[in-house]
């Protein structure tokens, strides 16, 4: 079996583990609300051996424990300063994963209960108070209320549901057969996916395909090894900003997010990927509203930001320097416009910005209209408009496409016109994009060559004479000519239909004669 192959395996046996223990916890609570629970536990576990491991590697040359170390008043300080300098955070002995799975397992002797499990949780924060880590640390277990009264309505009721989850949780392997995989991050991304099937809209709020993210993440980094910066002002869960971290190296990550239980996601998600708290920074605040990372540019951008949402499109933004320049703002109802100028202004003059957006930014007027004739005619920074299938988005069926933009253009006397909509894997629930499709996207925006019915590099005068109209079949003819209909075969066809009916009706006159009817 190939390296690929048992990591398929192990991934799949990995997802079954999890979805078995979201089945504990489905009779209690619904999806949106059973997933904070499960992905809190598994980043409990995540901080919990983190500081195991580092505080077993401190110590093994004095040949203590991490619980010895800990009840020694002169080795309590010095460890305690090293955790905290190298991980942000602490978790004393007594509240270690480990410690209320060896309590579990004891059983009758000594049992796990779900308070001393909460006490944990608040040390974690507690211990980052007033250090450099307090910001990516604090409030991010809110969402995880171990004091719920859907987990049981006593004491011993919560601790027995949730000590099933942990035994659960403690079960997933790390290593198997000589193929190590990411094993937390993998569940992590999993189990969002799984949320965001089962939740409906609020799903595409948190979570991005991992095919599309991964489109995206290859476009801002082509001929890249390295990336300085890269940054998400809708980051949701962060797994678009990750994405970009397995295409090239990438030193520092930046994301905003407005919803504070997906602002929690992104920063669980960014640690439980082995990014350390001093090379991230994410918001929580209106992108928009209350743009936290003004004055700074960035090497690559990515985002999936809400599509048509409504926005405040007050007056005071017709000075703000993200707005300033295009004579128009967005429209309330529609902010699609109003998040890519935000990005824009946040690119680097050698950087790369690729977004999802609804299909109607690449052909509705008025303001928006104004503001793509901009882009086009007087920066000359679109690059690229890609076509994706319908129905392969969380939450919402509709064709969606990515524009790409670049403020100092390679080609900039054309834009590719790529209409990938057919090419797709259809699923029950929503469809699916293959690493095929994928790669042919990428190679094809790369290339940038023509190819019949699906892309098309179109010069600036073709889209001037298209008044900017970027609907892509006006680029990309993928008209099907049908075959001629051969009349004298039709009327063959119907002939014969005529003399079945008539061969029937005799059968059918003569049953009845012989009943008498």
């Known amino acids: 079996m190939s390296t690929s192959e048992k990591q398929r395996q192990q991934q799949a046996e990995l997802h079954k583990k999890l979805w078995d223990m979201a089945n504990d916890l489905r009779g209690q609570m619904d999806a949106s609300e059973f997933k904070d629970y499960i992905l809190g536990l598994i980043f409990y576990r995540y901080l919990s051996e983190k500081v195991e491991a580092r505080a077993s590697k401190l110590l093994k040359e004095d040949d203590m424990t991490f619980a010895e170390a800990w009840a020694d008043a002169e080795y309590n300080e010095s460890l305690q300063e090293y955790l905290i300098d190298e991980l942000g955070y602490i978790i004393p002995p007594e509240y270690l994963f480990s410690t209320f799975i060896a309590e579990i397992e004891r059983g009758e002797k ?49 601790s027995t549901l949730i000590a099933k989850v942990l035994v659960g949780i403690a079960g997933i392997p790390f290593l198997q057969d000589d193929v190590e995989i990411d094993i937390l991050g993998d569940a992590y991304e999993y189990m969002i996916s799984q949320f965001a099937a089962n939740a409906g809209k609020k799903a595409g ?60 996601l992104a920063r669980m998600n960014m640690l439980l990927h082995d990014v350390p708290y001093q090379r991230f920074d994410i918001k929580n605040a209106d992108t928009l509203e209350e743009p936290q990372h003004l004055g700074q540019t960035f090497e690559a951008i990515v985002a999936n930001p809400p599509y048509s949402a409504k926005w405040s499109a007050d007056a005071k933004f017709q000075d703000d320097e993200r707005f300033s320049n295009y004579a128009k703002l967005a429209p309330k109802s529609k902010a699609d416009f109003a998040f890519v100028q935000h990005f824009i202004h946040h690119l680097d003059e050698k950087g790369t910005f690729a977004v999802v957006l609804p299909h109607g930014v690449l052909f509705r007027g008025a303001a928006e209209g104004v503001i793509r004739k901009y882009l086009i005619e007087d920066k000359n920074y679109l690059d690229a408009v890609i076509g994706l299938p319908a129905n392969i988005f969380f939450g919402t069926s509709i064709p969606t496409c990515i524009l790409v933009f670049k403020k100092c253009r390679k080609h900039d006397d054309n834009v590719i016109f790529i209409d990938a909509s057919s090419e797709f894997e259809k699923g029950k629930n929503q469809n699916h994009l293959s690493d ?30 298209n008044d900017y109209n970027l609907n892509i079949p006006r680029y ?12 004298d075969e039709v009327a063959k066809q119907l002939e014969a239909i005529d003399a079945e009916i008539a061969k029937v009706d005799e059968e059918l006159a003569a049953y009845f ?4 009817v």
């Open 436 to 465: 095929e499709h994928v790669e042919k996207i990428v190679a094809t925006y790369l290339s940038r060559e023509t190819i019949d019915k699906y892309a098309y590099a179109a010069t600036l005068d073709e889209i001037r004479e």
């Open 476 to 487: 990309v003819d993928t008209f099907e000519e049908e075959e001629p209909v051969d009349l």
């Open 205 to 264: 709020e948190f979570y991005t395909p991992q095919q599309v993210s991964k489109i995206l993440a290859k476009i801002v980094t082509a001929g890249k090894e390295e990336i300085r910066d890269v940054y998400d002002g809708t980051c949701g869960s962060g797994s678009l900003l990750l994405r970009v971290g397995r295409e090239a190296k990438v030193y520092n990550y930046y994301g905003q997010e407005k919803v504070s239980t997906t602002y929690n």
């Open 110 to 158: 000594s049992e796990f209960d779900i308070e001393t499990l909460q006490e944990g949780v608040k040390a974690i924060e507690a211990s980052t108070m007033g250090k450099e880590s307090q910001e990516d640390f604090e409030n991010l277990f809110d969402d995880m209320d171990l004091n719920s009264s859907r987990l049981g309505r006593t004491v011993k009721a919560r």
């Open 513 to 516: 004669k012989e009943l008498g």
